[in-house]
Every structure is written in structure tokens, then in C-alpha cells.
């Protein structure tokens, strides 16, 4: 049997399906482009789902990739297994082969089967076939798959096995398409069984051991669900193949585990030439070893496609591996940062098929460093922290460590759930999971960042499809739908072919509807790439007049574009003839914006460096919105760098190119590809200057002819859009224009209060602020000296318990320290005694404790002490033994609180 290397097997599956008339596909992010469902790409079929659900279509029929996969999350999370088995990953890579209402199962199958068996060299009598069987007895049995199966060579008719829903029956969600799969199984030989000896076990297909191992599925989408009940046959039919790449590898290596192929064996190789294992010490810890290269794979691949570590969703994710790599680390020597040492094998390794990690390098290293370095500054104390909370359970007898608990251990010392389960779980405990999500949520919702997933998409297809389909019928639209071009047409003549309203297709609608408007051409832009949809009307040519004011617009099935707006006078109908006129003015506002949002990118990168990439964006008509990768605030001075770039590229007025051309071919000559977006096989480019552009991107937005056409660029605000994440508000143009207008206004008027130039206010507004501060000086000692004179009378009223002398007050006007030197004149006063002073700052109240060095001696505590007078104002505290400060909400029973002082003393002194 040949010697096959992981490159080759890819190659070979993708040259495979080539020679059979398919294009090839370059892999999607590992972040869904528009996809607002799902987390991560989780399989092959993710960046073809509009295919499926018939919103979009595609320049060919046949298609095959290798696609990066993640499953770390929601039905697909295979996390709890990763390092503890052989098989299970985060990252992995689907092989794939997709049929859009082309081929179908005979040629599936077939391929499948030469594939595998004449390719490469799989014995024939080790693989068995599953088909559909409902159980149910509903939907037909996949017979046809069957017939195809026993008819192929060496095939053993035998090894057609059926299985029922949960096992060969495939759906995408509760509706939409759906059909019977058939999977391919390999008989691994008695030696795989991991049952042996188990009273009852029978190895078998689908069973609970390792013997039979699935490695290819085969999915033909045959039906739309309606409902529960409800199938219909599907107009055209599709089939979706998905074979595990890491899996398919292994066999042909003749290895026992994933982890042994040439994929992912020389990670662990890197990781023990840092321990300086011997082989022996290796395999005695080889859950950190493949808890390692399976982390340290996923994180290289993550921040390569623009993710970054953080506190929420995807970027919680990156987090937390990378974390759970380095604590797997700590537990086999490595106590300094290591895993860019192991990601650098990544790179080599896999760069030439995924070239984004080779531009990216620097990125990715910086990146994983940079949140191993934040985890060991804090991984000391929470682990500390969490040891005593499961000591604590272990001595009440408990197994469950509270969610609350494990989301506080995040939230202070960034100990991810899944890290402090692995903790937990070794010492025979567990964590209360859900309750730590569901803490987690009420953070996240309180922190504003709202609801992380949208629709599946797709809803309305079966509204717009038949209307799309009875116009191309009658000769109104062509094979590809509604033209479309925002670039150059902002007036489009046409006829009204459609209407609807509140999901119906009507022929007529009246002043005041909220309706959609199907035309056969438009000029206005479908709301893509961050930049907002276009505005306007579209007005009758002839009477009787009528008005549709447009505010959005969609793409709701494949080949349909709707303007969506409300009839602000007339009844239209369909059959008129219309003029629809985008907003120039807005449009053109909106263009400044997007190309001004190429030039800060570019100059992002010049002063931050490359690893700035964008993660987001909103190009409006009155401001734009740009985040971008990097760890800390931008200094001021960097600000004006980058806004300074951006202005002094407008000023040289550099014309623009926009090209359209194939995908791959713009991302070779070097254009930008960016964070989460989708693209088409063609793509449109928008390089800025020719020679030595200075910006190049992938873009399918509107933008202006010469930089120029900007006016003015301005920076409104920068701050945080995320951990690792940096945001960046700016205005162009008209609102550059009115944002100057109203600084200069606030200016002139500021200049006139203070009786001064505006070229004077920066230095008066000084010389103010220094009076002001000196006043504040003056005002707070002569608060200190009328409280120190008040306090004099209060040390002679002190109260005795015991031999104890305990003074309480109630100081107004007062700060923390004028607090604690009133309560050192205390303990000079007083050798043996115990005070608490309170004041109100900023509206909550400041509570000071102190107590005398000998009562310590007879456990006495300030900060104990604190802690009970605070809980009475809402409220806590803490500090050493003899001085101690504590804060709360509730002002009105600062006195109430102050009592609490006298039953402590009591409870004391008596002991």
C-alpha cells in the first residue's frame, strides 16, 4: 500500500473531483461570512447554505474543497473530549464534494466508492454502506441509494446496512431542506474493539465501540421540511459529501490515532523537545501533549482569520484554548510561554495550502504570546482561589462547585468554565455549567452586548421563488433575476413587476402600506460589507401619481432584489411604469465614508503595524465605524498620526481603480480579504493609487472617484469595541464639515465667557483649572482643621467597654484620608481601644476602622470589624488587622451602621 503524506491525500481528493468537472473552492473563515447562526464554520456544507435554502446561486454546479472546521460550542462541541482520546479535535478540516441540482446519487456513490477503493487502495471487503430507513414508517426508504451501492464493483451486497432518522437522515433545521444520507463505514479489525470482554457487546456498524469507524458522509437533499409532518420533493435536488480529513489520514498512514499522523505528530514533537521529554515521559502524559497541538492548532487558525482573544463568544473561545494549551503546559514543565514556539510548526506545516497563515504570521505569534503572558499574571491567584473553593466542598461533603463561583474565577482571574472544570473534574468534582452560562448571559446583557445569534435566513424563499419564477416564465426577467448595479446606475426606468405586503403577494397597495417592491432592474445598494442600503423613492411616470418612500432593502431569495418602503401618497399597482431614484446626496455621503474607511485601515497598519486587521465595520451616511485588532488604547499622539495619514491622503486627490475579477486571482496580487465577510467566486477590487497602491481590499461597496472627493477626515472617538479589539468613530465630508462648524461655535463661545481670544482659551482654561485646584486645596484644609476641632470634643466623649475605649463618628465634608489620620490622632490618644469614622464622598458612603495593636493580640480585626458595620449600608470592606476601609450604597443608615461597632467590641471583650 502506497506511503501517503497528508498534503498528498488533500491534493489527491480535491484533483480527484477536478477531473470530474468541479471547481475547486477555496476554504471559508473559520468565521461564517453572513451567516448569523452559527458561532464557527462547523462543516463543509456552512459556506454553501444559501445555495441550499435558495437565496443565492453560484457560477457552477459542482464543487469541492477542504474547509476549516471549529466545534467548540452548542450541538457540535467536542471540547470534553479533546487530549483524553485519539480522535476528537476543535479544529479539524473537512473533506468535501456538492452537487447544486447536478448530479445525484449514482455518480455520488460511485465516485465515492472508486475513490476510496482504486484511489486510495482501501480494501473493499472492509467497508459497509448505511441507507435511510424512517422508523417511523413516514418518509420513503432510500432504496435507490441501496440499488447504487450493491451494483458498484467488489462491493459485498451484504454491507448495505439501514439505519433510521438519527443515524442517516440529515436536516438543516426544524424546516427547510433535508434528506437521507448514506455513510461509509471501515471495518478496523477485531484489535480496534475497545469492548473486549464487555458482557453483551457485539461490534457492529453504528455500535459503541472503535471497531467501525464512519469516514464519509454522503447527503442527498432531496426534500423541504414544511413542518413536523410535512416533506415536498425538493425542484431541484443536491447532494452534500463530508469526509473528516485528520480521520481519512490516519487510515491511510496505518496509525491508531490522529495525533500520530503527519498532521499533528510533529506538534507534539516540538512540544517534547521543550519539556526535553524522553519518549517514555511523553506517553505517560499524553493528554497535555495532544491537549496542546490541539489548541495550539486551533489558535493559530483563529487569529489568522481575525479572531482574537476576549471575553465574549468567539474571542472567549480563542481565550479559553489557548489557556487550557498553557495550563496543560504548566502541568508537563513549560512555566514560560511556549505555545508560538508550537504554533510556528503550524504555519510550516500547513502555510502553503492556507497561505493566510503565512501573511499573518506575526499576528498570530504576537497574539498567543501576548494572552499567555495576561493568564500567567493572574493564573497564580485564581488557582488558589479555586483550590479553596473545592477544598471547601470536599469538606462539606458536596461534588458541585457553584456556576456563579466559576463565572466570579473568570471574571477576576480569568480561569475559563472549561479550564476550571479540568481542575475540578481530576479531583472527582464537577461545575455547575449551566449556572456559570447563565451568570455569564446576565453579564452579558448587562454589559449592553446583547443577543449573539439571528435567523437561520431563508424564511421567505417560497414567497419570492414562484413570483421570481412566473416572471422569468412570462419574459420580464432574465435567467439571473433582478439586474443589479449600484456602481453606475442612480435612476432606473422599469416596470412595477411585483408587490407585497405583510408576506403576501398583492397587485396593489394603498398611502400608508409598508410594502416591498420588485423591479427588473435597480441601482440601489443591498446592505453588504457593513455599508448601510441605499435610500430614495420610487415615483409612477404616468398618472394617476403615486409615491413609494424607500428606506431598506433585501436579497430574499436568490436572483430577487425587494426595495422595501411605505407608499407616502398614491395607490401603485403592478404593471405601472416607475422611476426609481436612489438618494444621491445620502449616497454619496456614504461613499466618503467607505473609501475613507480603506485609507484608515492602510494607515492603521502603518502606524499600529499589520497585525491591526479589521473586525468589523458600519459605513453610514453620517459616520463611520471601524474595529480593528490591537491590545491597548491608541496613545493621542498615534490618533493624530493616523488621522494626519488619512487627511494627507485625501489632500493628494489619488484616483481610484475598481477591477472585478476571479477570487483567487485578487487574492494573489495581494488584495485584502476581511474578517467574516462572504465573497463570490468573482469579486469586485478597489485598489487606491496604481503604482504603489496604498491600499488594495476585496469590496463590493460603493466609493468615490478620487480620494479627494473625501473633503475631510476626523476622528470622533476611540475605544473599546472587545478584549483585543479597538474602535474607531470618524465623520467625512458634510459631517466633518458640521463637526468643525460646532467646535468652532463652542470655541468662540468659550473664548467669549472667558473674555479672551480663541487662540487664548487653551491657556486661560489652564490658569482657571489651577486656581480651581488651589481653591480645593484651601477649602479641603479647612474642612480637615473644622473636623480635626470637631474631633477634639468627640475624643473626650469616648464610651468603655471593658478596658476598651471605642469612639464612632459621623464626619461630614471629609475624604478617606483625612478619615484615617483622624483615626491615628485616635490611636495616639487611646493605647488600648477601637474606632470607626464615617463620612459621605460622592454620594456613598467611606467607612474607616482602626484598632489599637494590643487588642489584635486578642484577635481583634478592623477589617472584620468594617465588614459588619458596611453589610448594614449594602455594602463591604477589608484591610489588615489594625486599620481597615469599607464602602456601601445606602447613606441613611450610615448611623444604624456605626452601632454595630459597640456589639462587635462587646462579643470581643468578653472573650
Same mark, same amino acid.
Given at each position: 500500500?502506497?506511503?501517503?503524506?497528508?498534503?498528498?491525500?488533500?491534493?489527491?481528493?480535491? $484533483?480527484?473531483?477536478?477531473?470530474?468537472?468541479?471547481?475547486?473552492?477555496?476554504?471559508?473563515?473559520?468565521?461564517?461570512?453572513?451567516?448569523?447562526?452559527?458561532?464557527?464554520?462547523?462543516?463543509?456544507?456552512?459556506?454553501?447554505?444559501?445555495?441550499?435554502?435558495?437565496?443565492?446561486?453560484?457560477?457552477?454546479? /459542482?464543487?469541492?474543497?477542504?474547509?476549516?472546521?471549529?466545534?467548540?460550542?452548542?450541538?457540535?462541541?467536542?471540547?470534553?473530549?479533546?487530549?483524553?482520546?485519539?480522535?476528537?479535535?476543535?479544529?479539524?478540516?473537512?473533506?468535501?464534494?456538492?452537487?447544486?441540482?447536478?448530479?445525484?446519487?449514482?455518480?455520488?456513490?460511485?465516485?465515492?466508492?472508486?475513490?476510496?477503493?482504486?484511489?486510495?487502495?482501501?480494501?473493499?471487503?472492509?467497508?459497509?454502506?448505511?441507507?435511510?430507513?424512517?422508523?417511523?414508517?413516514?418518509?420513503?426508504?432510500?432504496?435507490?441509494?441501496?440499488?447504487?451501492?450493491?451494483?458498484?464493483?467488489?462491493?459485498?451486497?451484504?454491507?448495505?446496512?439501514?439505519?433510521?432518522?438519527?443515524?442517516?437522515?440529515?436536516?438543516?433545521?426544524?424546516?427547510?431542506?433535508?434528506?437521507?444520507?448514506?455513510?461509509?463505514?471501515?471495518?478496523?479489525?477485531?484489535?480496534?474493539?475497545?469492548?473486549?470482554?464487555?458482557?453483551?457487546?457485539?461490534?457492529?456498524?453504528?455500535?459503541?465501540?472503535?471497531?467501525?469507524?464512519?469516514?464519509?458522509?454522503?447527503?442527498?437533499?432531496?426534500?423541504?421540511?414544511?413542518?413536523?409532518?410535512?416533506?415536498?420533493?425538493?425542484?431541484? /435536488?443536491?447532494?452534500?459529501?463530508?469526509?473528516?480529513?485528520?480521520?481519512?489520514?490516519?487510515?491511510?498512514?496505518?496509525?491508531?490515532?490522529?495525533?500520530?499522523?503527519?498532521?499533528?505528530?510533529?506538534?507534539?514533537?516540538?512540544?517534547?523537545?521543550?519539556?526535553?521529554?524522553?519518549?517514555?515521559?511523553?506517553?505517560?502524559?499524553?493528554?497535555?501533549?495532544?491537549?496542546?497541538?490541539?489548541?495550539?492548532?486551533?489558535?493559530?487558525?483563529?487569529?489568522?482569520?481575525?479572531?482574537?482573544?476576549?471575553?465574549?463568544?468567539?474571542?472567549?473561545?480563542?481565550?479559553?484554548?489557548?489557556?487550557?494549551?498553557?495550563?496543560?503546559?504548566?502541568?508537563?514543565?513549560?512555566?514560560?510561554?511556549?505555545?508560538?514556539?508550537?504554533?510556528?510548526?503550524?504555519?510550516?506545516?500547513?502555510?502553503?495550502?492556507?497561505?493566510?497563515?503565512?501573511?499573518?504570521?506575526?499576528?498570530?505569534?504576537?497574539?498567543?504570546?501576548?494572552?499567555?503572558?495576561?493568564?500567567?499574571?493572574?493564573?497564580?491567584?485564581?488557582?488558589?482561589?479555586?483550590?479553596?473553593?473545592?477544598?471547601?466542598?470536599?469538606?462539606?461533603?458536596?461534588?458541585?462547585?457553584?456556576?456563579?463561583?466559576?463565572?466570579?474565577?473568570?471574571?477576576?482571574?480569568?480561569?475559563?468554565?472549561?479550564?476550571?472544570?479540568?481542575?475540578?473534574?481530576?479531583?472527582?468534582?464537577?461545575?455547575?455549567?449551566?449556572?456559570?452560562?447563565?451568570?455569564?448571559?446576565?453579564?452579558?446583557?448587562?454589559?449592553?452586548?446583547?443577543?449573539?445569534?439571528?435567523?437561520?435566513?431563508?424564511?421567505?424563499?417560497?414567497?419570492?421563488?414562484?413570483?421570481?419564477?412566473?416572471?422569468?416564465?412570462?419574459?420580464?426577467?432574465?435567467?439571473?433575476?433582478?439586474?443589479?448595479?449600484?456602481?453606475?446606475?442612480?435612476?432606473?426606468?422599469?416596470?412595477?413587476?411585483?408587490?407585497?405586503?405583510?408576506?403576501?403577494?398583492?397587485?396593489?397597495?394603498?398611502?400608508?402600506?409598508?410594502?416591498?417592491?420588485?423591479?427588473? /432592474?435597480?441601482?440601489?445598494?443591498?446592505?453588504?460589507?457593513?455599508?448601510?442600503?441605499?435610500?430614495?423613492?420610487?415615483?409612477?411616470?404616468?398618472?394617476?401619481?403615486?409615491?413609494?418612500?424607500?428606506?431598506?432593502?433585501?436579497?430574499?431569495?436568490?436572483?430577487?432584489? =425587494?426595495?422595501?418602503?411605505?407608499?407616502?401618497?398614491?395607490?401603485?399597482?403592478?404593471?405601472?411604469? =416607475?422611476?426609481?431614484?436612489?438618494?444621491?446626496?445620502?449616497?454619496?455621503?456614504?461613499?466618503?465614508?467607505?473609501?475613507?474607511?480603506?485609507?484608515?485601515?492602510?494607515?492603521?497598519?502603518?502606524?499600529?503595524?499589520?497585525?491591526?486587521?479589521?473586525?468589523?465595520?458600519?459605513?453610514?451616511?453620517?459616520?463611520?465605524?471601524?474595529?480593528?485588532?490591537?491590545?491597548?488604547?491608541?496613545?493621542?499622539?498615534?490618533?493624530? /498620526? %493616523?488621522?494626519?495619514?488619512?487627511?494627507?491622503?485625501?489632500?493628494?486627490?489619488?484616483?481610484?481603480?475598481?477591477?472585478?475579477?476571479?477570487?483567487?486571482?485578487?487574492?494573489?496580487?495581494?488584495?485584502?480579504?476581511?474578517?467574516?465577510?462572504?465573497?463570490?467566486?468573482?469579486?469586485?477590487?478597489?485598489?487606491?493609487?496604481?503604482?504603489?497602491?496604498?491600499?488594495?481590499?476585496?469590496?463590493?461597496?460603493?466609493?468615490?472617484?478620487?480620494?479627494?472627493?473625501?473633503?475631510?477626515?476626523?476622528?470622533?472617538?476611540?475605544?473599546?469595541?472587545?478584549?483585543? =479589539?479597538?474602535?474607531?468613530?470618524?465623520?467625512?465630508?458634510?459631517?466633518?464639515?458640521?463637526?468643525?462648524?460646532?467646535?468652532?461655535?463652542?470655541?468662540?463661545?468659550?473664548?467669549?465667557?472667558?473674555?479672551?481670544?480663541?487662540?487664548?482659551?487653551?491657556?486661560?482654561?489652564?490658569?482657571?483649572?489651577?486656581?480651581?485646584?488651589?481653591?480645593?486645596?484651601?477649602?479641603?484644609?479647612?474642612?480637615?482643621?473644622?473636623?480635626?476641632?470637631?474631633?477634639?470634643? $468627640?475624643?473626650?466623649?469616648?464610651?468603655?467597654?471593658?478596658? =476598651?475605649?471605642?469612639?464612632?463618628?459621623?464626619?461630614?465634608?471629609?475624604?478617606?484620608?483625612?478619615?484615617?489620620?483622624?483615626?491615628?490622632?485616635?490611636?495616639?490618644?487611646?493605647?488600648?481601644?477601637?474606632?470607626?469614622?464615617?463620612?459621605?464622598?460622592?454620594?456613598?458612603?467611606? %467607612?474607616?476602622?482602626?484598632?489599637?495593636?494590643?487588642?489584635?493580640?486578642?484577635?481583634?480585626?478592623?477589617?472584620?470589624?468594617?465588614?459588619?458595620?458596611?453589610?448594614?449600608?449594602?455594602?463591604?470592606?477589608?484591610?489588615?488587622?489594625?486599620?481597615?476601609?469599607?464602602?456601601?450604597?445606602?447613606?441613611?443608615?450610615?448611623?444604624?451602621?456605626?452601632?454595630?461597632?459597640?456589639?462587635?467590641?462587646?462579643?470581643?471583650?468578653?472573650?
Amino acid at each position: 500500500m502506497k506511503k501517503w503524506t497528508g498534503v498528498e491525500i488533500r491534493q489527491t481528493f480535491i $484533483d480527484f473531483f477536478l477531473q470530474r468537472g468541479h471547481t475547486f473552492v477555496p476554504s471559508s473563515s473559520l468565521v461564517p461570512g453572513g451567516d448569523q447562526t452559527l458561532l464557527f464554520t462547523n462543516a463543509g456544507m456552512v459556506q454553501f447554505k444559501d445555495v441550499f435554502l435558495g437565496t443565492d446561486h453560484r457560477p457552477y454546479s /459542482r464543487a469541492v474543497n477542504s474547509q476549516k472546521c471549529m466545534r467548540v460550542a452548542g450541538k457540535h462541541n467536542d471540547l470534553d473530549d479533546v487530549g483524553r482520546d485519539d480522535t476528537h479535535h476543535t479544529f479539524f478540516e473537512m473533506l468535501g464534494n456538492w452537487s447544486f441540482g447536478d448530479y445525484y446519487k449514482k455518480e455520488a456513490i460511485a465516485w465515492a466508492w472508486e475513490l476510496l477503493t482504486q484511489v486510495y487502495q482501501l480494501d473493499p471487503a472492509r467497508l459497509y454502506a448505511t441507507c435511510f430507513k424512517d422508523e417511523k414508517g413516514d418518509i420513503p426508504t432510500d432504496e435507490e441509494a441501496a440499488e447504487v451501492w450493491r451494483s458498484q464493483p467488489n462491493f459485498n451486497p451484504e454491507h448495505v446496512l439501514f439505519f433510521g432518522r438519527k443515524d442517516n437522515f440529515w436536516e438543516m433545521a426544524d424546516t427547510g431542506p433535508c434528506g437521507p444520507c448514506s455513510e461509509i463505514h471501515i471495518d478496523r479489525g477485531p484489535e480496534a474493539c475497545d469492548k473486549k470482554g464487555v458482557p453483551g457487546h457485539v461490534c457492529r456498524v453504528n455500535g459503541d465501540c472503535k471497531r467501525f469507524l464512519e469516514i464519509w458522509n454522503l447527503v442527498f437533499i432531496q426534500y423541504n421540511r414544511l413542518s413536523p409532518t410535512e416533506l415536498d420533493p425538493l425542484p431541484q /435536488r443536491h447532494v452534500d459529501t463530508g469526509m473528516g480529513f485528520e480521520r481519512l489520514v490516519s487510515l491511510l498512514q496505518g496509525v491508531s490515532s490522529n495525533y500520530r499522523t503527519d498532521l499533528l505528530w510533529p506538534l507534539l514533537q516540538k512540544t517534547q523537545e521543550l519539556t526535553g521529554h524522553t519518549d517514555a515521559e511523553r506517553e505517560a502524559n499524553i493528554t497535555p501533549y495532544r491537549v496542546i497541538a490541539d489548541h495550539a492548532r486551533a489558535a493559530t487558525f483563529l487569529i489568522a482569520d481575525g479572531v482574537v482573544p476576549g471575553n465574549t463568544g468567539r474571542n472567549y473561545v480563542c481565550r479559553m484554548i489557548i489557556r487550557r494549551a498553557a495550563r496543560f503546559g504548566g502541568k508537563i514543565g513549560l512555566k514560560e510561554p511556549f505555545l508560538a514556539k508550537v504554533a510556528e510548526v503550524v504555519i510550516q506545516n500547513y502555510g502553503d495550502f492556507y497561505p493566510e497563515l503565512v501573511r499573518n504570521r506575526t499576528a498570530i505569534l504576537d497574539g498567543i504570546t501576548r494572552e499567555e503572558e495576561r493568564f500567567q499574571r493572574t493564573l497564580e491567584s485564581g488557582m488558589k482561589e479555586l483550590q479553596e473553593s473545592l477544598d471547601g466542598l470536599k469538606g462539606k461533603g458536596e461534588k458541585i462547585l457553584d456556576g456563579k463561583k466559576a463565572f466570579d474565577l473568570y471574571a477576576t482571574h480569568g480561569l475559563p468554565l472549561e479550564l476550571t472544570r479540568d481542575i475540578a473534574q481530576e479531583q472527582g468534582l464537577d461545575v455547575d455549567q449551566q449556572g456559570f452560562r447563565d451568570a455569564m448571559e446576565e453579564h452579558r446583557l448587562a454589559s449592553g452586548a446583547g443577543k449573539a445569534f439571528g435567523p437561520l435566513g431563508g424564511e421567505d424563499v417560497d414567497l419570492y421563488r414562484p413570483a421570481l419564477e412566473s416572471l422569468q416564465a412570462e419574459g420580464k426577467l432574465g435567467k439571473a433575476g433582478v439586474e443589479y448595479n449600484p456602481y453606475e446606475w442612480l435612476e432606473v426606468e422599469g416596470e412595477l413587476l411585483a408587490l407585497f405586503r405583510e408576506g403576501q403577494r398583492v397587485s396593489s397597495v394603498s398611502e400608508g402600506d409598508q410594502v416591498e417592491v420588485l423591479l427588473p /432592474r435597480t441601482g440601489f445598494y443591498v446592505e453588504a460589507g457593513g455599508q448601510v442600503s441605499d435610500a430614495g423613492t420610487i415615483v409612477s411616470v404616468n398618472e394617476p401619481r403615486w409615491e413609494i418612500r424607500v428606506t431598506d432593502m433585501r436579497k430574499p431569495a436568490a436572483g430577487v432584489i =425587494v426595495h422595501v418602503g411605505e407608499v407616502v401618497r398614491g395607490t401603485p399597482t403592478v404593471g405601472d411604469w =416607475v422611476i426609481a431614484r436612489v438618494d444621491t446626496q445620502r449616497r454619496r455621503d456614504i461613499m466618503r465614508n467607505h473609501t475613507a474607511t480603506h485609507l484608515l485601515h492602510a494607515e492603521l497598519q502603518e502606524v499600529l503595524g499589520e497585525h491591526a486587521r479589521q473586525a468589523g465595520s458600519l459605513v453610514a451616511p453620517d459616520r463611520l465605524r471601524f474595529d480593528f485588532t490591537h491590545p491597548e488604547p491608541l496613545t493621542p499622539e498615534q490618533l493624530e /498620526r %493616523i488621522e494626519a495619514g488619512v487627511n494627507r491622503a485625501i489632500l493628494e486627490n489619488i484616483p481610484l481603480q475598481t477591477r472585478v475579477k476571479p477570487l483567487q486571482e485578487a487574492i494573489a496580487e495581494g488584495a485584502m480579504a476581511l474578517f467574516g465577510e462572504k465573497y463570490g467566486e468573482v469579486v469586485r477590487t478597489v485598489m487606491i493609487g496604481e503604482t504603489d497602491p496604498l491600499s488594495y481590499e476585496l469590496c463590493g461597496g460603493t466609493h468615490v472617484h478620487e480620494t479627494g472627493d473625501i473633503g475631510l477626515f476626523l476622528i470622533v472617538s476611540e475605544g473599546s469595541a472587545a478584549a483585543g =479589539v479597538r474602535r474607531i468613530e470618524a465623520v467625512t465630508g458634510r459631517g466633518a464639515y458640521e463637526l468643525v462648524q460646532k467646535r468652532f461655535r463652542n470655541m468662540r463661545k468659550t473664548a467669549e465667557m472667558l473674555s479672551a481670544s480663541m487662540d487664548e482659551v487653551p491657556e486661560r482654561v489652564e490658569n482657571l483649572l489651577d486656581e480651581m485646584s488651589m481653591l480645593r486645596k484651601a477649602v479641603a484644609s479647612l474642612r480637615q482643621q473644622v473636623a480635626s476641632l470637631a474631633f477634639d470634643q $468627640d475624643l473626650e466623649k469616648v464610651t468603655f467597654i471593658e478596658d =476598651v475605649a471605642v469612639l464612632t463618628s459621623l464626619i461630614q465634608g471629609v475624604d478617606a484620608d483625612t478619615l484615617r489620620s483622624l483615626a491615628d490622632r485616635f490611636r495616639q490618644r487611646y493605647s488600648t481601644g477601637v474606632v470607626v469614622l464615617a463620612s459621605v464622598v460622592d454620594g456613598k458612603p467611606v %467607612i474607616i476602622g482602626a484598632v489599637t495593636d494590643d487588642l489584635v493580640k486578642r484577635n481583634f480585626h478592623a477589617g472584620d470589624l468594617v465588614k459588619r458595620v458596611a453589610a448594614v449600608v449594602g455594602g463591604g470592606g477589608g484591610g489588615r488587622p489594625t486599620l481597615a476601609q469599607a464602602g456601601g450604597r445606602d447613606v441613611s443608615r450610615l448611623s444604624e451602621a456605626l452601632d454595630q461597632t459597640y456589639g462587635y467590641v462587646k462579643e470581643k471583650a468578653r472573650k
